[in-house]
Each structure stands twice: as C-alpha cells, then as structure tokens.
C-alpha cells in the first residue's frame, strides 16, 4: 500500500521542481516567489516532523529550503540556481532514504549542518568585522573638535 504523506511530497517536489513552478514563480515575483514556494516545500519537512525523524534531518531540510529562497531571490541568476538545486526534490529524497532506517542521521548529514553553521558563524564574525572597519573609517574620517 503506497504511503499517502510520501506520495504528497513527491507531488509537491514534482509540481515546484520538475514542472518548474519554482524557478518561473521566482523569476515573475523576485523574493516574494520565492519565499511562497518554499512555504510550500515546508509540507515535506512538516511529513518529516511527524515521523519523528532526527532534529538533523530536519536541520538539512530547511537548509536545503532557505539555500533555494536565499539564492533563489537574486534575479535571473538566482532563477538558473532554482533550476539546478531542487531542493524539495533533495527533501523527499531525504524523507524516504531516512525514514526507511528510522529516522537517524548519518555521518554525510551532520557533516552537512554543522558545515552549514560553520559557514554561517564566518558570515557572521565577517559581519561584524566589515560593520566594525566601517564604522572607525567613517568615525576617523569625521573632524574632531
């Protein structure tokens, strides 16, 4: 008997990646496209949480979900990524692979989190160092007195 919430998903995932939806919603509302299909990616993930699949899982789906909606929001450019990346694809992928060995989390899945989070604490360090260079060339730059 075929699983209905699995079934579902691949729809989803074929609907916004295979028909396109994704990229072609994100090319005609810049950001707001976006944005709307991965709301609607978050189906998958929502079968995910249900099955009690590990916190990792669910971390790596919605990295691959805000990878699509963040890049995705450049135009064109980001459009062309949309086509290539599939991350709801990717997600219904991770659902069936990981709940058929009950949910954990492999090596490759924590490796890919805490690769994304070590990313992310450098775009944040560079942040502050880039807000930190500009705020004393801009406070050197001002005449004392």
Not at 109 to 127: E, K, R, T
Request: proline share 3%; aromatic share 6%.
């Amino acid at each position: 008997m075929p699983d209905r919430e699995i079934e579902r998903a691949r729809t989803v995932a074929k609907v916004l990646d295979n028909y396109l939806v994704d990229p072609i919603v994100g090319l005609l509302l810049p950001g707001v496209g976006d944005l709307a299909t991965s709301v609607a990616g978050l189906y998958t993930v929502g079968v995910a949480i249900s099955r009690k699949l590990s916190a990792v899982i669910i971390a790596r789906m919605l990295l691959n979900l805000a990878l699509d909606a963040l890049l995705g929001a450049v135009p064109l450019i980001g459009d062309l990524f949309d086509l290539a990346h599939r991350a709801n694809t990717k997600n219904v992928a991770l659902l069936e692979q990981r709940a058929g060995i009950g949910g954990r989390a492999t090596a490759r899945d924590w490796a890919m989190v805490m690769g994304a989070f070590a990313v992310f604490a450098a775009a944040l360090v560079g942040s502050i160092y880039v807000g930190y260079r500009v705020v004393t060339a801009v406070a050197s730059a001002l005449p004392l007195g």
